[in-house]
C-alpha cells in the first residue's frame, strides 16, 4: 500500500517535558520498571482488542492469538515490546503519547514541591506509564497500526519537548515500542536479565509473553513463553505469593507503591464470581476529581469487559483497585446494561461487605496501618454513612475524628471508643464543626465542656458537615452540634448555673431587646449564653437550621441556600459585656453590639459585610483606654 509518509514534527504539552525530567531523576533507581510498564500497556491492548472484537470478530483480522513479544538487539543497542492488541490511530498516538489526558494533570504539576524524596512518590501516585521507557533510552519508537485500519503510523522521539509522527506500512496490527537505549544501559540487552525483570514484575500478565533475541549475537532464535500466562485471580489463593499480590496491583491500579491490603474471594452458587481487591497506601492525585478513574476492571469468564466499572462500587469506596470476574454475565455487557442488572447489584452489595471487612481487620488488628489509611482516605469514607444507608452503622465504627480528648489534628477517636468515655449521665455525643482545626479547638462553644471535661469532637472536614447532617446517632445516642439550639446538658447540667443564668438573664434583658433592635435581620434573637466561660460572645444556629459554616460552604459551591439569621448568644460574666449594661450612650452600645456580632462571625470563620467598620469601631473602643 503506498502511503503518505510525510514526517510532521510535533510538540510535547507542555506538562510532559517537565514529567520526563522529573521521572528520569526520581526513577532512575527502579529503572527497569519501564518493562513493567510497557507490557502493563500492552496487556491492556489485547484487553481492549478482546473486547471490541466480541461485536467486531474482523478485527482479530484472522489471527485472535494474542500475545507480547519481547526482543533486543545488541547491535542496535535496542529493545523491543511488541503487541498484537487493539493498536492506536493516529489521533491516538497524539492524544494518548503526546497529551497527558489525565484530568487534574495541571493541579498534580503544581503539586511537585521540588524535593525529590516527595516528588518520587508522587509520580508513582500519578503513574508515568509509557514515559517510564525514557529512563533507559535516549530515541524511543513507536509503530502502530489500529486493529481493522490500513494504515500505520510511527512516532519518535529523544524526550526532548517534541515528536515526529509519519505515516508508514505496517502489516500486523498493534504497537510495537522500540527503546534505543542510553549509553549506559547495556545491561538490558540480556535474555536472562530480562526475563528475570518479567518474571519479577509480570508473570500474573494472563497473555503470554514470549522472549526472542535478534542480532548476530542472538541468545535464542525461538521464541519461548517467559510468564506464567493465567489470569493471576483465577489462581488458588494458597498458590499466589503475596509479591505476585503486589505486583498485579501495580499492573490493576498504575500505581508504584504496594498496596496497603488485599482481599480475593471467590463465591460459588446461584452466581458465580472472583473479585481481587486492593487498598491502596496513597490517595491518587485525582481522588477528588469527580472524574477520576474508579478502579474496578469488569471482566467475564476472564474477557476484559470495562475500565473504570463505576457501577461495581460505591463513590465512597472509589479508591479500591481490583478485578471483578463475572461467569454470569453475557460477554456483550455495556454499562446501560450494568446499571440496571441485578447481578451485578449483587456482586456490588457482597464487593462492599468484603471491603468494610478488609477495613474493620485492618482498624481491629493493625490500628498503624488503619491510621495511616484513615489519613488519605477519611474524608472519602466520611461520604460513606451519607451515601450507603445499608451499610450506616458498619461504616460509622470505622470513622476516625479529632477530640478534645487528645486535642491534636490526628483523627483517631471512634465514636466507640467516645461512647466509652462518656460521663455518667452524659447522653449525647457532642461536636463542633469549624472551617479549620484550629478554629474547632479553639471554638468559644467550647468552653463549657472544657471547663466541665466533657470530650467534644473537633470536625473540620468540609464532608463533615455533610456527615452531621445525615448520622445522626451512633449506639443509640443522638450527635449533637455544641453549636445549635439551647444548649442541654441534660444530666450534666449544674442547677445552681442555671439559675444563675436566669437571673442573668432578667437583669440583660433590656441590653438582650436593644443588641436586637440594633443588629435587626442579622440575628434571629440575642440571648444569654450558657456555653461561655472566656468569651464574650458566640453564634449559634436552630437545632434543625444549616450550621452557619455550611450555609458559606454550600454558597461557595453555587447552591442557593435560604439565609438563615443565627441566634446571638452573649457571655453575662464577660466584663465587656457586664459594661455593655451599664453604657448609656446610645452610640457606644450600637456600636459594641456590632463588635460582638462581628467578632463572633469571624471565630466561625465567617467573613465580615463591611470590615472597615468592623476596624473603626474596635479603633474607637482601643481608644477609650488612652483617655
Ligand atoms: P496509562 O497506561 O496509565 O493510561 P500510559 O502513558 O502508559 O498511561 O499510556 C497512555 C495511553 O496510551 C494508554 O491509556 C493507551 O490508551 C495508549 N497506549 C499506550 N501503550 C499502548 C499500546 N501498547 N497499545 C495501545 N495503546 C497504548
Redesign the pocket.
Known amino acids: 500500500m503506498s502511503v503518505d509518509t510525510q514526517k510532521e514534527t510535533l510538540g510535547f504539552q507542555a506538562e510532559i517535558q517537565q514529567l520526563l525530567k522529573l521521572m528520569i531523576h526520581s526513577l532512575y533507581s527502579n529503572k527497569e520498571i519501564f518493562l513493567r510498564?510497557l507490557i502493563?500497556?500492552?496487556s491492556?491492548?489485547a484487553d481492549k482488542l478482546r473486547f471490541e472484537a466480541l461485536t467486531d470478530n474482523a478485527l482479530y483480522e484472522g489471527n485472535s492469538d494474542l500475545n507480547i513479544r519481547i526482543s533486543f538487539d545488541k547491535d542496535q543497542r535496542t529493545v523491543t515490546v511488541s503487541?498484537n492488541?487493539?493498536?492506536?490511530s493516529r489521533e491516538?498516538v497524539i492524544d494518548?503519547?503526546g497529551t497527558i489526558a489525565k484530568s487534574g494533570t495541571r493541579q498534580f504539576f503544581e503539586s511537585l514541591t521540588g524535593d525529590q524524596a516527595k516528588d518520587t512518590r508522587l509520580i508513582g501516585q500519578f503513574?508515568?506509564?509509557?514515559?517510564s521507557a525514557f529512563i533507559v533510552a535516549d530515541k524511543v519508537t513507536l509503530t502502530?497500526r489500529r486493529a481493522g485500519s490500513g494504515q500505520g503510523v510511527r512516532w519518535e522521539s529523544n524526550g526532548e519537548g517534541t515528536y515526529t509522527l509519519e505515516a508508514v506500512d505496517k502489516p500486523t496490527r498493534?504497537?510495537e515500542?522500540t527503546l534505543h537505549l542510553r549509553p549506559d544501559e547495556d545491561e538490558f540487552l540480556d535474555n536472562y536479565r530480562l526475563r528475570n525483570i518479567i518474571s519479577k514484575y509480570s508473570d500474573h500478565i494472563s497473555l503470554p509473553i514470549i522472549m526472542k533475541a535478534s542480532g548476530k549475537d542472538a541468545d535464542i532464535d525461538k521464541g519461548e513463553t517467559v510468564n506464567r500466562a493465567s489470569a493471576l485471580w483465577v489462581r488458588p489463593k494458597k498458590d499466589i505469593t503475596e509479591q505476585e499480590y503486589a505486583e498485579f496491583y501495580k499492573h490493576v491500579s498504575?500505581d508504584f507503591e504496594e498496596p496497603l491490603a488485599h482481599i480475593h474471594t471467590r463465591v460459588e452458587g446461584n452466581q458465580s464470581y472472583t473479585t481481587l481487591f486492593y487498598v491502596p497506601k496513597r490517595a491518587p492525585f485525582d481522588l477528588w476529581d469527580r472524574d477520576g478513574r474508579h478502579g474496578i476492571k469488569l471482566y467475564v469468564r476472564r474477557v476484559f469487559i470495562m475500565d473504570d466499572a463505576e457501577q461495581l462500587m460505591p463513590n465512597y469506596l472509589r479508591f479500591v483497585r481490583g478485578v471483578v470476574d463475572s461467569d454470569d454475565l453475557p460477554l456483550n455487557v455495556s454499562r446501560e446494561i450494568l446499571q440496571r442488572n441485578k447481578s451485578i447489584d449483587t456482586i456490588r452489595a457482597a464487593s462492599v461487605k468484603k471491603v468494610l471487612g478488609v477495613l474493620e481487620d485492618l482498624a481491629s488488628n493493625e490500628p498503624e496501618k488503619y491510621a495511616a489509611f484513615w489519613k488519605e482516605f477519611g474524608r472519602v469514607m466520611k461520604e460513606g454513612p451519607v451515601e450507603d444507608l445499608a451499610n450506616r452503622e458498619r461504616i460509622a465504627k470505622l470513622l476516625r475524628f479529632a477530640s478534645t480528648h487528645t486535642d491534636t489534628e490526628a483523627q483517631d477517636v471512634a465514636l466507640e471508643h467516645y461512647v466509652a468515655r462518656m460521663k455518667t449521665g452524659q447522653d449525647k455525643i457532642y461536636y463542633v464543626t469549624a472551617d479549620s482545626f484550629a478554629a474547632a479547638k479553639n471554638s468559644p462553644h467550647l468552653e463549657i465542656f472544657r471547663k466541665k471535661g466533657i470530650e467534644v469532637l473537633l470536625l473540620s472536614d468540609r464532608v463533615d458537615e455533610w456527615l452531621t447532617s445525615h448520622l445522626n446517632d451512633f449506639a443509640g445516642k443522638p450527635l449533637q452540634s455544641i453549636a445549635k439550639g439551647d444548649l442541654d446538658l441534660g444530666e450534666l447540667e449544674d442547677q445552681a448555673q442555671k439559675d444563675e443564668l436566669e437571673k442573668a438573664a432578667g437583669e440583660l434583658k433590656d441590653l438582650t431587646t436593644r443588641m436586637k433592635e440594633t443588629l435587626g435581620d442579622k440575628v434571629k434573637e440575642v440571648r444569654i449564653s450558657q456555653r461561655l466561660t472566656r468569651s464574650p460572645s458566640c453564634l449559634v444556629v436552630e437545632e434543625h437550621d444549616m450550621a452557619v459554616n455550611f450555609q458559606k460552604m454550600l454558597k461557595a459551591a453555587g447552591h442557593a441556600v435560604p439565609s438563615t439569621a443565627p441566634i446571638l448568644e452573649i457571655n453575662p460574666q464577660h466584663p465587656l459585656v457586664v459594661r455593655l449594661n451599664n453604657e448609656t450612650d446610645a452610640q457606644r452600645i450600637a456600636d459594641w453590639t456590632h463588635i460582638l456580632f462581628d467578632q463572633a462571625l469571624l471565630n466561625e470563620g465567617g467573613q465580615l459585610d463591611d470590615p472597615t467598620a468592623f476596624v473603626q469601631r474596635l479603633n474607637d473602643m482601643l481608644m477609650l483606654l488612652t483617655k
Open positions: 510498564e502493563s500497556n500492552a491492556d491492548a503487541d492488541g487493539i493498536g492506536m491516538e494518548h503519547i503513574g508515568v506509564g509509557f514515559y502502530t498493534g504497537t515500542v498504575h
